[in-house]
C-alpha cells in the first residue's frame, strides 16, 4: 500500500522514471538510432519554435523552448554531445537576455567544451563570441575584447563563407571599443561592418553601425562626421 502511495505521488513518479528508465532508453537509443528520430525531430522543431519567438520578442517562451528541446537531447544523448551543446547555446541566449548572465556563462563554457573535444571551430568562435557579450554585460570590458578577439581569429581563415558571423563579431567588438573610449580603434571594424550590411541590404544593422560610428566620432571630437552618421543612422532606424 505504502508504494502504491508512493508510486501515484508525481514527484516519486518522476524520479522513478529518471533513475530507472533513462539508462534503459539510453542504451536502446545508442543501439537503435531509429528509435529516437521522432523525438530528434520534436527537439528540432523546439529549436525553430524559439527562434521565432525571440525574433517576435517573446523571450520567456523562447526560452521555455529551448529549456524543453535541450531536455530531450540530454536524455538522449548525454550531455557532453553537439546536440545537446548547440540546445544549450540557445538557452544561454536567452537567458543572457533576461539579465540572467552568470548562469548563461556557465552554460556556454559548458558547451564550448563539448566543442572543443569535437574539433568544430565554427561552434567554437560562436561560444566565444556569446562569451564576450556576457563578459560586456558584466562589465569586464578587457575579458569581454579578448574573447570577442578570439572569435574573430577562430572565423578569419574561412572569412567567405563565415562572412556573416565575422561581421556581427567585428561590429560587436567595435561597440565595445567604444565603451572603453577606445574611438580611433573602433572605427574601423565598424566602417566595415556597416560595408558589409549595405551590401547585404541589412538597413537595421547599417543604422546601428552608423549610430556607433557617429559615438566614436563625437569622442574624437570630430562632430562634422558624428552628424552626418547620426542622421544616417536616423534614415536607417
Not at 86 to 111: C, D, G, H, P, W
Not at 136 to 155: E, K
Request: proline share 2%; net charge positive; glycine share 4%.
Amino acid at each position: 500500500m505504502l508504494i502504491r502511495q508512493q508510486l501515484n505521488h508525481y514527484y516519486f513518479a518522476a524520479l522513478i522514471r529518471v533513475v530507472v528508465v533513462m539508462p534503459f532508453f539510453q542504451q536502446a537509443a545508442a543501439q537503435n538510432p531509429d528509435m529516437v528520430w521522432s523525438d530528434t525531430l520534436s527537439a528540432e522543431r523546439l529549436l525553430d519554435e524559439s527562434k521565432k519567438l525571440n525574433r517576435a520578442g517573446q523571450g520567456p517562451a523562447a526560452l521555455e523552448k529551448a529549456r524543453q528541446a535541450l531536455d530531450i537531447y540530454t536524455l538522449l544523448y548525454g550531455e557532453n554531445h553537439v546536440k545537446p551543446a548547440k540546445a544549450r547555446m540557445f538557452v544561454a541566449r536567452e537567458l543572457r537576455n533576461q539579465y540572467q548572465t552568470a548562469e548563461a556563462k556557465a552554460l556556454i563554457e559548458q558547451s564550448l567544451k563539448v566543442f572543443e573535444a569535437a574539433s568544430d571551430t565554427s561552434q567554437i568562435a560562436r561560444c566565444y563570441f556569446h562569451l564576450g557579450l556576457c563578459f560586456r554585460t558584466l562589465g569586464r570590458y578587457a575579458d569581454a575584447g579578448r574573447s570577442l578577439q578570439t572569435a574573430i581569429d577562430l572565423l578569419r581563415t574561412d572569412s567567405i563563407r563565415q562572412a556573416s558571423f565575422l561581421t556581427d563579431f567585428r561590429f560587436t567588438l567595435g561597440a565595445l571599443l567604444i565603451d572603453q573610449k577606445n574611438f580611433i580603434a573602433a572605427i574601423p571594424l565598424l566602417e566595415a561592418a556597416r560595408t558589409y550590411y549595405v551590401r547585404t541590404n541589412n538597413v537595421y544593422y547599417q543604422g546601428l553601425a552608423a549610430y556607433h560610428l557617429g559615438n566614436a566620432y563625437f569622442g574624437l571630437q570630430d562632430y562634422a562626421r558624428a552628424k552626418e552618421h547620426f542622421f544616417s543612422s536616423l534614415a536607417n532606424l
